[in-house]
């Protein structure tokens, strides 16, 4: 069941991801005001998750 569930995030992850690229790129091609907002966010957002990760497993120990 935990392998399940791990398996289930990572795909979530993954997608939330891709998302935040799609809409930065939709944003760039219509000329959208939140370009630079949604640009930002797709830096800082796998960052995010990154540091998020790491101190869940080191308070998981």
Not at 1 to 8: C, D, L
């Amino acid at each position: 069941m935990k392998q399940k569930t791990k398996r289930i995030l990572s795909i979530l992850v993954i997608l939330s991801i891709f998302l935040v690229i799609g809409l930065t790129l939709f944003c760039a091609f219509t000329g959208n005001g939140a370009f630079y907002g949604m640009l930002a966010l797709m830096f800082f957002y796998p960052l995010l998750l990154w540091v998020l990760i790491f101190l869940y497993k080191k308070n998981k120990d």
